[in-house]
């Protein structure tokens, strides 16, 4: 029969499909309960936008053929196109039980357990792929996937042993990323396995081969680490902060590192390594920033001010957010108010800071003074003192109007005081001046949103889509999986009591994330890293639960 | 466009661009704070029409100053430039700003292919002495007074300051 079908399905693959409804015509005429003709026949119709008439048809093909695994996979594929994945994984079982070594119909099926998380049936089906065909390179790592995935990782770490040891006869200088992400990849398998010592083992032997030099020297640091060899982490740790001082990871990593050597946290200590570290790399800013964490009254307030100065200095509008984990802290918190009230006053009258024992007085640009109350407004509105926050706010804006960030800063506080239309208002003032400014479009978005003025919301997104606002809007902004809007226009129908728009609204947000699911099917097999793509997924579809099905359940 | 200019504070050069769409509510921004008059969006528009013929100027990446003009031809007579708006945020006043600024549209009108620009001119209401000495440092002289020029202000009479540009080089003293 193979070659019966073989011009229909050729046809199906190149989708071609009025070609291959005539092919499958030509064959039914002379063989009309041809079972498999009337399954591509049936399928190619569902790709036609003809779907009943190509299910008919392929149910009438499996009652002609009950045995053929053609008939029972391209079923099995019309289920799957209707994500009843349950149904597509008995059709695919069914033709297996035909054709047992049929590949194409063992991948289907593979790529459809782990969609349904069936981690054993996975490591099953990728077995018996790798014995069919184990000349195929992605099989083994697939298969050992299969296994890291079902949490066997001895066996995992066996089939990468000997997928390793086959790669030893070829030329060394071929795919030296894949050969790299190889080694890294099994270290990762044997640390989740508990077999830590057996990692860094890997790491060493294979030094050359890692072509990933930041990730070799953070994989030691990591092993060593973990191995409890912490005069070593720690020097690996210093090497990484040489090589990125600011990178608050290898901070993080590397505080760890020492406290456990010191058999406990040690503020003071502490506070002694990162201001030999700050000598070390005077135009870091993480130490810097770091030390205003351990340190406490005087000692705050000096390094502090320093600190705090010099990026007004600067003029950099993310200082507040910078320093805003400071607040939890209520002494520094009131230490800090008397530093930017100090600064207001004397840049107001001398156009510079106050004095500072080690700091050279220099005469301050103008908008230093706009940056200063820019500090003002958001210190008082983070500790809930709205009415200054908006005196300092409106301040910045007559001293210097032409500030976006003044704009969306305001717009934020206004929020704050419940002000949702003033803050519609004040947000789309500033996306007004700058209007090839994406984030500010998004913000004015997002505020009129918040203040219930859909239209409007969507007006000022859909310029910045692909059409720019004209014609079918939503869909564009439907095509760039726009969760933030689609979410937010759903909360405002929701407030508003438009809970059929708010409906599909949220459902909208649901099709992305199946999206997000289905697309990662294919990247699979190219993605060495797949256990931990996969886990942000599971973790980005929870929280989608979370957001979007709240409110789902309470519109429903 | 980008010019850099090495003004008075040399760390921090002004940076000139032309206006452009994207940015127009910068400038009307600037200009509501600086000017007691209301330019409606007409003024704009023409204004867009003709982009080289203006200068934002950038403080450390803050829109500080803006001048826009226009050329006329009237039959018969000699080009005109004429400055409408030229201002400089109150608070970056006295660093210089406003001089550059100008001093870029003198320049840039004197380069311009074509016809020559004999004469530059823009009003000034007639109590604006600071703005009338600042031009006047500029080789600008009051020309004569219009009465009743502006429609809401109080005073509405405004000076008409005028500069010749066929001299040889621009003579500015500030």
Not at chain 1, 359 to 387: G, N, R, S
Not at chain 2, 89 to 111: D, H, K, N
Request: proline fraction near 3%; hydrophobic fraction near 40%; charged fraction near 25%.
């Amino acid at each position: 029969h193979l070659f019966l079908t073989r011009p229909t399905q050729k046809f199906y693959e190149l989708k071609q499909y009025k070609k291959g409804i005539k092919a499958a015509d030509a064959i039914l005429k002379v063989f009309p309960d041809h079972g498999e003709t009337l399954a591509m026949k049936g399928l190619t119709l569902s790709c036609m936008d003809q779907k009943e008439e190509g299910v008919e048809l392929v149910r009438k093909g499996l009652r002609k053929d009950p045995r053929s695994n053609v008939c029972w996979h391209v079923y099995g594929l019309l289920y799957r196109a209707d994500h009843n994945y349950v149904e597509a994984i008995k059709c695919y079982r069914n033709a297996l039980r035909a054709d047992k070594e049929n590949l194409q119909v063992l991948r289907d099926l593979s790529f459809l357990q782990i969609q349904m998380r069936d981690t054993k049936g996975y490591a099953e089906t990728r077995r018996q792929i790798l014995a069919l065909r184990p000349s195929n390179k992605s099989h083994w790592l697939a298969y050992a996937a299969a296994c890291h995935m079902g949490g066997d990782m001895k066996t995992s770490t066996r089939v990468l042993q000997a997928y390793a040891d086959s790669l030893t006869d070829e030329d060394p200088t071929r795919a030296p990323y894949e050969r790299s992400e190889l080694i890294l990849y099994r270290t990762m398998i044997l640390v989740e396995g508990g077999d830590i010592a057996g990692a860094l083992e890997i790491v060493e032997n294979n030094k050359d081969v890692i072509v990933d030099g930041l990730a070799l020297r953070e994989e030691r640091a990591r092993l060593l680490h973990l191995l409890g060899r912490l005069s070593e982490a720690e020097t690996e740790y210093r090497s990484l902060l040489e090589i990125n001082c600011e990178c608050h990871e290898y901070h993080a990593h590397f505080r760890k590192v020492l406290e456990e050597q010191w058999g406990g946290p040690d503020p003071e200590k502490m506070i002694g390594v990162y201001d030999e570290l700050e000598k070390a790399f005077p135009h870091s800013l993480a130490p810097k920033r770091l030390l205003l964490d351990f340190s406490k009254g005087d000692a705050f307030r000096t390094r502090a001010d320093r600190y705090v100065r010099a990026l007004l200095h600067k003029g950099v509008p993310s200082l507040f957010m910078d320093i805003r984990p400071l607040y939890n802290d209520e002494e520094k918190v009131s230490i800090l108010e008397r530093l930017f009230l100090d600064y207001a006053s004397s840049l107001q009258s001398n156009m510079a800071f106050p004095p500072l024992e080690g700091v050279e007085a220099v005469k301050e640009t103008p908008d230093t003074y706009m940056w200063v109350l820019f500090l003002l407004a958001q210190h008082f509105d983070c500790i809930h003192e709205q009415e200054r926050a908006l005196a300092y706010i409106d301040e910045a804006l007559r001293h210097t109007p032409t500030v976006l960030e003044l704009y969306s800063t305001k717009a934020l506080l206004l929020k704050h005081c419940g002000d949702y239309e003033g803050a519609a208002k004040i947000a789309e003032e500033g996306r007004l001046l700058d209007l090839a400014d994406r984030f500010i479009n998004t913000e004015a978005a997002y505020f009129a949103l918040r203040a219930d003025m859909v239209d409007r919301g969507e007006q000022t997104a859909v310029i910045f889509t692909k059409d720019g606002g004209g014609g079918e809007q939503s869909s564009n902004l439907f095509d760039a999986q726009c969760i933030w809007y689609e979410t937010r226009t759903g909360e405002s129908y929701l407030r508003t009591g438009q809970y059929g728009k708010a409906l599909k609204m949220f459902l909208r947000v649901d099709k992305h994330f199946m999206e997000f699911v289905e697309d990662q099917l294919d990247f699979h097999t190219y993605c060495l890293r797949r256990g931990t793509l996969r886990a942000y997924i599971s973790f980005l579809r929870m929280e989608d639960r979370l957001f979007g099905h709240k409110y789902y359940r309470r519109a429903a | 466009l980008f010019v850099v200019a090495m003004g008075e504070s040399g760390m921090h050069p002004l940076v000139f661009t032309e206006m452009s769409a994207k940015v127009i509510g910068q400038v009307k921004a600037l200009n509501a704070a600086v000017f007691p008059i209301h330019y409606d969006d007409s003024f704009y528009d023409s204004v867009l029409a003709t982009p080289h013929l203006t200068r934002l100027a950038y403080h450390r990446g803050i829109l500080v100053g803006a001048a826009c003009c226009r050329l006329e031809r009237e039959a018969n007579q000699p080009s005109k430039v004429y400055i409408a708006t030229l201002g400089v945020l109150a608070p970056y006043r006295s660093m210089g700003f406003g001089s550059q600024l100008l001093r870029e549209i003198l320049t840039m009108v004197q380069s311009l292919g074509g016809e020559t620009v004999t004469q530059a001119y823009l009003h000034v209401q007639v109590n604006n002495d600071e703005a009338r000495r600042f031009y006047e440092r500029h080789g600008f002289c009051v020309s004569h007074e219009i009465p009743n020029y502006y429609v809401r202000l109080v005073p509405a009479d405004c000076h008409v300051l005028v500069k010749d540009l066929t001299s040889a080089g621009p003579s500015s003293s500030a």
